[in-house]
Every structure is written in structure tokens, then in C-alpha cells.
């Protein structure tokens, strides 16, 4: 069985930094990409960032470029998200998602994210 | 604003067939498949449909999709109070920011 479970949110301060992390198992992590994708309070989801089966292509949202990191561990089946310059619009359930892919940019057939996991919540204020 | 267009409602009585339409853009659904993603509170977002109209294991038949041109529909048929939740569609964008793209989301309500 497929299981991705997401810890370390919790409350930042505007400029802040939080390292999210995803634990993956019951598939074989190495050869597939991930995501993380979130949904802002009230809000509908938002693709954030993908990163290929090996870590050598990533991509990210406008909205997160430069501020966020997508990393993995194949030897630990994780994957990560440190996430620096928090802002208040950066509040929003996160989700670590697998790709039915090897790359993240939708480069197989069928593309599409089969298993997500449940979230974590990051919440930005003062 | 979601580069992919839901309507932010709908809804249906039991037992009734509804649609969720998606539209996109060429650089989107013009040579990228459509997924449909179903979210229920506290739970982990569940796949629907993938490749257009292509259903996992699991996924009852009351459950279908389409794709022609730029636009994108989910049915339910059969509809039961279970299917109470939101739906969202995806796909992958072709543009120059080429990314992953989702719908607003359209939550339906069982009467």
C-alpha cells in the first residue's frame, strides 16, 4: 500500500524559514518523481514543485521560485521542501504527491499524480 | 485566478447524473491530457480519472470522463451522498512558465 506522510509544518513568522518533509513507502521511490502541492485556506490547489527521480531536474510555481527547495533522499525514501522567506500567502495545507512518471513535467504517458498524501499544515504570521 | 476555468458550485439529488465542465487553452489541453482529482475533508486527495477518460482501479463507473478541444467534463451518475466533495482538474501547461496547472475546484453538494 501506498503511504506519503507529510510532517513538519507549523506556525512561522513572515520571513521565516520550515523545512517540510514527506515519508514515502510501499512503492518503489527511486524510479518515480515528486510533488508538492498545496491549497491556502478557502482556496483550491496549487501546484508548488516537482523534482525528477533522480534530483537532477526540479521545477517550481512563480510564486515560490527563489524562495523555495525540493530535495530528496532516495536512500531514506523522503522527499523535502525547505521553504525560506515565508509569507503570510505561503499559509496552506501542503501535500507530497507521486507522479506516475519519472520526470516531473508530465514527459511519460499516462502522466498524472496517483497518491498524495493527507498534509500538513504551514501557517505564516506575526 | 486558475489558469484552468470550473464552475465554483453545482449540484444534484440522488440517483441524478451530473457534469463538472474544465476549460483550458491550447497550450494546456491542446496536446496535454486532463486528470479529475476528488477532495473530501480530512482525507488525502483521491485520483478520479486520468488520461481524459481513464478510470484507476477502484474508481466506480458512476465516475466518467471527456475531453474535446479545449474543454474537459466529469460525470457522476447514479449520484449517491458520498460523492459529496470537491472536484478539481488537472493538467500539465506547455507555456513558457511550463508547469502543472489546476482547475479552481467545483464543490458539489447531493441535495
Known amino acids: 500500500e501506498v503511504q506519503l506522510v507529510e510532517s513538519g509544518g507549523g506556525l512561522a513568522q513572515p520571513g521565516r524559514s520550515l523545512r517540510l518533509s514527506c515519508a514515502a513507502s510501499?512503492?518503489?521511490?527511486?524510479?518515480?518523481?515528486m510533488h508538492w502541492v498545496r491549497q491556502a485556506p478557502g482556496k483550491g490547489l496549487e501546484w508548488v514543485s516537482g523534482i525528477s527521480w533522480n534530483s537532477d531536474n526540479t521545477g517550481y510555481a512563480d510564486s515560490v521560485k527563489g524562495r523555495f527547495t525540493i530535495s530528496r533522499d532516495n536512500a531514506k525514501n523522503s522527499l523535502h521542501l525547505q521553504m525560506t522567506s515565508l509569507r503570510a500567502e505561503d499559509t496552506a495545507l501542503y501535500f507530497c504527491v507521486k507522479d506516475t512518471c519519472s520526470g516531473w513535467s508530465g514527459d511519460c504517458y499516462p502522466a498524472m499524480f496517483d497518491y498524495w498524501g493527507q498534509g500538513t499544515l504551514v501557517t505564516v504570521s506575526s | 485566478q486558475s489558469v484552468l476555468t470550473q464552475p465554483p458550485s453545482a449540484s444534484g439529488t440522488p440517483g441524478q447524473r451530473v457534469t463538472i465542465s474544465c476549460s483550458g487553452s491550447s497550450s494546456n489541453f491542446g496536446s496535454n491530457t486532463v486528470n479529475w482529482y476528488q477532495l473530501l475533508p480530512g482525507t488525502a486527495p483521491r485520483l478520479l480519472i486520468y488520461s481524459n477518460n481513464q478510470r484507476p482501479s477502484g474508481v466506480p463507473d458512476r465516475f466518467s470522463g471527456s475531453k474535446s478541444g479545449t474543454s474537459a467534463s466529469l460525470a457522476i451518475s447514479g449520484l449517491q451522498s458520498e460523492d459529496e466533495a470537491d472536484y478539481y482538474c488537472a493538467a500539465w501547461d506547455d507555456s513558457l512558465n511550463a508547469s502543472w496547472v489546476f482547475g479552481g475546484g467545483t464543490k458539489l453538494t447531493v441535495l
Open positions: 510501499g512503492f518503489t521511490f527511486d524510479e518515480h518523481a
